[in-house]
């Protein structure tokens, strides 16, 4: 298997991002969500990996950390999934977002994610349900996230962020690493701001 790839951003569409590595361009899907936090053509970014291999055909699907990958692999498990739907899953909703939500059988999360039907979404929640127990750890970083995102002031400075054209994503990602109970909306921002390098 290959574990993960470094190379500089040669392209980047929808749901593709094409790595050129000494020279050679690997074409790996991914999610959105991972589409908008590794950074713009010509950067240098590292995606954990993994390659689907068929008779016919070899595809690699990258991962901006190992807990999205984790959380694909564990996607494959269920009967019916398989690495093109576990992608499109994961851009429908983030990796967090979806353990969190089998962690506590919330079928909510996924109404909304294209292609993924009520049979498919019943099977999720049913059939991970422990397999995601047993990353105890990351289902409680999870918690803490959700619980975060209902703050009222977290919800106004991601917005600002958002607005100074910082990707959705990438916004949650630090203001949930710089977030403390204490923090007002400008605080927060700062901070995030700092994180940024602004």
């Known amino acids: 298997m290959i574990n993960f790839i ?9 749901g593709i991002v094409v790595l050129d590595v000494n020279g050679v361009g690997f074409e790996i899907y991914v999610s959105t969500f991972t589409a908008d936090t590794i950074g713009e053509i010509g950067e240098q970014v590292t995606l954990q990996t993994y390659l689907h291999v068929r008779e016919d055909e070899m595809t690699l699907y990258g991962f901006k950390d190992r807990f999205e990958r984790e959380v694909f692999m564990k996607l494959l498990m269920v009967n019916g999934v398989g690495p093109k739907m576990a992608i499109n899953i994961l ?3 983030s990796a967090q977002d979806l353990s969190f939500a089998i962690a506590t059988q919330n079928a909510n999360v996924l109404k909304g994610v294209k292609g993924v039907g009520t049979k498919i979404r019943d099977r999720i929640l049913l059939e991970l349900k422990e397999k995601i127990d047993a990353l105890t750890h990351l289902a409680e970083v999870n918690m803490t996230a959700c619980e975060i995102n209902e703050n009222e002031n977290f919800a106004q400075a991601l917005n600002v962020l958002i607005d100074w054209g910082v990707p959705r994503a990438q916004a949650q990602d630090i203001l949930t690493k710089v977030y403390e109970t204490s923090d007002d909306m400008e605080s927060l921002i700062a901070k995030a701001f700092r994180e940024l390098g602004r």
């Open 6 to 14: 470094r190379g500089i951003i040669a392209d980047k569409s929808l």
């Open 91 to 93: 851009s429908g909703v």
